[in-house]
């Protein structure tokens, strides 16, 4: 399997965990439950198929801006391996929900950073249209939920309307990119690996 292939896979992944999860958060919202958990683990499923996600991108944007590519690359996994280990905390019953929120929103708004500062260097030609726009938007709907829930909580009006933005956002840019590598129609170049 080469890196187009499990990335691809990777990311298809990722858009049917972001989809099955936002179904289980409304069910939580709405009646509590075993909803919840099957959310939190959707989360870690969305997460860990995110880093291969993220590595392609930062191998693709290396050859626009080598140095800046691998910093924000970085960024998206320590936001990525963040949020899959608070949930996981959440999960394994380690700590509370309220405990592990900042933790869990906070990892998430660095994954939103990762998504925005990927999708401004995407915008010089490393991934085709729309991917960078889904990826920017992606990572507007991340920071707004973390900050729509701080100030607020799940009801608040930027959280609401950064799920949405999230939800439709990011299952696009993740279903596109997937497709796209999984296809062979986007290629990672060889001398990047």
Known sequence: MTIEQLAGWS????AVATVIGAVFLGLFFARGGLWGLLNDVA???????????ALVVGIIEMERVTTVAMII????????????ISQALLVARVRTYAQLLPWTLGSGAIVG?????????????????PLPWLMIASGIGFIAIGYGFTVGNERHPLSVVGGLVL????????????WQLVSGDLVVPDWNL
């Open 11 to 14: 990311a298809l992944l990722a």
């Open 73 to 84: 690359t970085g960024i998206g996994i320590v936001g990525m391996l963040g949020a899959t």
């Open 113 to 129: 950073v990762w998504y925005v500062l990927a999708g401004v260097v995407a915008l010089a030609g490393s991934l085709p249209q």
């Open 43 to 53: 989360s870690i499923v969305l997460m860990l198929a995110t880093i291969p996600v």
């Open 167 to 178: 939800l439709v956002a990011s299952t696009a840019f993740l279903g596109i990119l997937g």
